[in-house]
């Protein structure tokens, strides 16, 4: 009696591990992050604006704007890279950035802006490498405050060779 009640305790456990194993397969961080971010409304850069060349401008529905600069300009990859985020009506003391690529999974990159003086924050960081090139990127900043309802945040969308 005793040899059958370990048979099924073994058994359980393995089910157990076999399920805990699917599910790590089967749902990344990414895809949990999904489930428990709450709706934000983002503002986008003008489609003309090139972060390779100039800072791009992003103005929320409250008002606040963002400018984002990209340093060194032309934004090459595995590279030390400086963003700047200049600011009106954002009071924060850091602030999120999460870049990701659009076109091919490389990954969800978070960096954090530190405030330099009222206005001005920056990031460093480095972006990776792919073999197949011209990689088209968004890079997100999302806001605690809200607008009705809704967190907001810009979106800027830029590109790498």
Known sequence: ?????????LLIGQLLGIGVVLGLIFVDSTTLERCFEKEVHFAYQPQECDLRISPCEIFLPD??????GIEPQGIPLMTPLTFSLHTT???????????????MDM????????????????AKGILPTCIAGNMRWHGEVVL???FE??????QFRFKTK
């Open 107 to 122: 990954g969800v990159h978070r960096f954090t802006f530190s405030q330099e003086r009222e206005g001005l924050y920056i």
């Open 63 to 68: 008002g606040a704007t963002m400018t984002l």
């Open 89 to 103: 009506g954002i009071k924060n003391a850091t602030l999120p950035l999460k870049i990701y690529a659009t076109n």
């Open 1 to 9: 009696m005793k040899k059958t009640g370990r048979f099924y305790l």
């Open 144 to 146: 605690e405050k809200q």
């Open 149 to 154: 309802g809704k967190k907001m945040g810009g």
